[in-house]
Nanobody
């Protein structure tokens, strides 16, 4: 498995969740890694990406609430999601590629995040 996502779940609005994406080492050191999400009836939406050197890219909708980070000792990328809103409800997909999320080469499986009001 190249990308292994975990950490989804259900929370009330205002709560927090942390997503993890374990990345195969050859991808982790070369590609930008992050998250897209897809809500029912909507297109995929870039959420946040991070480069190996820790340059980040966030969607406007999550700036100030979500934080992406990487752990180089574990080849893992984390998405800390705070102040969650019902509109954050979606399937979140870990992905890797270039351009801080604009050119995806590898998709991981999705993990469901549900935020209730």
């Amino acid at each position: 498995v190249q990308l292994q996502a975990s950490g989804g779940g259900s929370v009330q609005a205002g709560g927090s969740l942390r997503l993890s994406c374990a990345v195969r080492e050859n991808i982790f050191r070369v590609d930008d890694v992050g998250w897209y999400r897809q809500a029912p009836g909507k297109q995929h939406e870039l959420v946040a990406f991070i480069s190996y050197g820790e340059t980040t890219n966030y969607a406007d909708a999550v700036k100030g609430r979500f934080t992406i980070s990487n752990d180089k000792t574990k080849n893992t990328v984390y998405l800390q999601m705070n102040s969650l809103k019902p509109e954050d409800t979606a399937v979140y997909y870990c992905a890797a590629g270039g351009g801080l999320g604009t050119k995806i080469d590898v998709w991981g499986q999705g993990t469901q995040v549900t935020v209730s009001s």
